[in-house]
């Protein structure tokens, strides 16, 4: 199930937009505000966030900006403006996607559904020599290939591709072993752990990037 984060200063707006994604396959957690937004991103793994914009105390550009400053997870701007001006600062704040209301519930799930899916199958992700290649299924640092398990492959992968966001263990088994594995937290750990000697030994440097977040799960920083 893809989760996503609702941000919108209004009970009744957020209820709305759960009940009609929810069927779609969306788990929808909601934030009343900018601050709390913020702090469920520090905590918990998300694929989207859909962040309106007209919120007191941080309106949903401010919020924006700080979203970027930790993360590059996909936004839609969702607000009652829609003039050009207030469109293009959006986008210039780094969302990726604006939609208006009041919107059309079958063009705003496309418009969730088409930046889910141009954000998940980057075919190569570089970081500092190091080079994940999804269609090789292979890792190399430099010139040496470093041998991964095809779990660890994927664990490697999600984690790159979402960087500074934190996965929580539970999304971990969720999205490499599958819904109904009765794999538990532990097998993660020792994922984790057997990555980070494997790419160490070649001579990256993982711990710098690849970060435990204690009681919750783990990140790559960027």
């Known amino acids: 199930m893809t989760r996503i984060l609702l941000v919108d200063d209004e009970q009744r707006m957020l209820d709305l ?11 929808c957690d909601q934030a009343l505000n900018g601050f709390q ?27 924006c900006v700080k979203i970027r400053e930790r993360s590059n997870i996909p936004v839609i701007m ?20 604006y939609v208006s209301k009041p919107f059309d519930e079958e063009i705003l799930l496309a418009r969730i559904e088409a ?15 190091l ?7 292979q890792l190399h640092y430099g010139q040496l290939e470093i041998q991964l398990t095809p779990k660890e492959f994927k664990l490697l992968g999600l984690l790159l591709k979402r960087p500074n966001q934190v996965y929580e263990r539970e999304d971990l088994l969720e999205l490499v072993w599958g819904y109904d594995s009765e794999t538990e937290g532990r097998t993660i ?5 057997n990555l980070r000697e494997k790419i ?19 990140r790559w920083e960027k």
């Not at 937009?17 to 929810?22: R, V």
């Not at 750990?189 to 752990?193: A, E, Q, T």
């Not at 160490?200 to 783990?218: E, M, S």
Request: glycine residues 8%; contains cysteine.
């Open 115 to 129: 930046l889910l899916r141009r954000g998940d199958n980057p075919k190569e992700i570089a970081v500092n020599g």
């Open 200 to 218: 160490r030994n070649k001579g990256f440097p993982i711990d710098t990037h690849l970060k435990t977040i204690w009681g919750v799960g783990y």
């Open 17 to 27: 937009l759960a009940l009609y994604l929810t069927p779609h396959g969306f788990r």
């Open 131 to 137: 080079v994940w290649n999804q269609e090789s299924h």
């Open 78 to 97: 969702l607000t009652a403006k829609d003039q050009k001006q207030d469109i293009l600062q959006g986008l210039k704040l780094g969302a990726d996607d």
């Open 189 to 193: 750990d020792s994922h984790v752990r």
């Open 37 to 63: 937004a913020l702090e469920l991103l520090e905590r918990c793994s998300y694929e989207l966030v859909l962040l309106d914009v007209m919120m007191k105390d941080m309106d949903g550009f401010d919020t």
